[in-house]
């Protein structure tokens, strides 16, 4: 941020500007800092102030200000993020375009020659391939990261910079699922549909992050890839599962990855019985067949009785995240929109890797 004060100040006095005092307090946030400066720059050099100093800053701004303000909102959407900001760095046309992981930070290098949303696209793109479940990546394939990358991406772009999608399309995503039969195509085509849930969008991130802490460096198989395939294929049915409808297994009992949804949804469940009967679910049914994760749903009137849920077992599970949100439920041949809450439990002391096999 002090960095984008010096050139605003130093821009504002080349020009006899008296605005300078004011605009020092503009930046009381740091990650919309460099959006108000990429604007400011971009007004500085309408009226022709420092068109060569400032043009490559603002540039610049642009693009990491935007990336970093997604990442910081969405962050409790993307778990797996090895890093949470990005910086962007200038590459003359005969270095390729690439990112490295520096700590917590993503360095960007694109070129400077690109069209300035093409850069943006560029830019969203490395920081995601390279920061998106870096662990999970060792181990599922390469059809499978790719196309989470793809659509991660694609929600960025979306929500921050509707005009840039079609850059996005033409460069990283129609050369992709345009080819037949591609591997990559049809697993985004199946994360297409898990999103179409929404909640289970986080919940596939999220079940990968936890695969990348378990399994051991260098180990990369066919039984992981396959799960990850029944993993997602599961997902799909539960998105895709009407309210009340009873013939969906929420239970995912796999190798690597042992979660449960658990609807606590039925009112006349909750008058009568108060939790008693989610809590022995829980205990008598989950914790026996070694569930590591649990995501409480309920619509939003139900926050507090999830959350004696919560203390009844907190002897064996802790809280891992909790989150509110909109969810289209669907009713019959009719949808309607609905506040929602989850809550992640996660099996407290769960082994972080697991043992080796022969």
């Not at 992981?101 to 400077?112: A, D, I, P, S």
């Not at 696209?121 to 998106?132: D, G, I, N, R, T």
Request: proline share 3%; charged share 25%.
């Amino acid at each position: 941020m002090s960095e984008i004060v010096r050139l605003i100040v130093v821009a504002l006095l080349a020009s006899g500007s008296t605005l300078i005092a004011v605009l020092l307090f503009i930046f009381l946030n740091v990650e919309k800092a460099q959006k108000w400066g990429s604007i400011l720059l971009n007004l500085l050099l309408r009226i022709g102030v420092g068109a060569r100093l400032l043009h490559k800053k603002f540039v610049q701004y642009d693009i990491q200000g935007r990336v970093n303000e997604f990442v910081k909102i969405n962050c409790s959407e993307l778990p797996g993020l090895a890093a949470q900001k990005v910086r962007l760095e200038w590459v003359d046309s005969s270095i390729s375009k690439r990112a490295i992981l520096e700590g917590n930070l993503v360095v960007v290098r694109v070129r400077r020659d690109d069209p300035k949303d093409m850069n943006f696209v560029h830019a969203v793109c490395l920081f995601v391939s390279k920061s998106l479940l870096f662990k999970a990546k060792h181990y599922i394939s390469a059809p499978q990261g790719e196309a989470t990358d793809l659509f991660v991406s694609l929600r960025l772009l979306e929500r921050e910079k509707p005009a840039a999608v079609s850059y996005f399309a033409d460069e990283y995503l129609r050369p992709v699922i345009d080819k037949k039969a591609s591997p990559t195509a049809k697993v985004f085509e199946t994360l297409h549909a898990i999103d179409a849930g929404k909640l289970f969008w986080s919940v596939f991130l999220q079940e990968l992050d936890f695969l990348g802490n378990k399994v051991f460096g260098g180990r990369k198989d066919a039984q992981i890839v396959r799960e990850v395939e029944q993993l997602t294929d599961f997902l799909v049915k539960i998105a895709g599962r009407q309210v009340g409808q009873e013939d969906v297994d929420l239970n995912f009992f796999g190798a690597y990855c042992r979660f449960a949804v658990v609807i606590v949804g039925k009112w006349a469940k909750l008058s009568q019985q108060a939790i008693q009967p989610y809590v022995d679910y829980i205990e008598r049914t989950l914790v026996p067949a070694g569930v590591e994760t649990i995501y409480l749903i309920a619509p939003a009137k139900n926050v507090a009785h999830v959350k004696k849920i919560e203390e009844a077992v907190s002897d064996q599970f802790d809280r891992h995240f909790e989150a509110r949100f909109r969810k289209k439920l669907k009713i019959g041949d009719r949808e309607r929109w609905a506040d929602q809450y989850l809550l992640v439990l996660r099996a407290r002391g769960r082994q972080v890797y697991l043992p080796k096999t022969a």
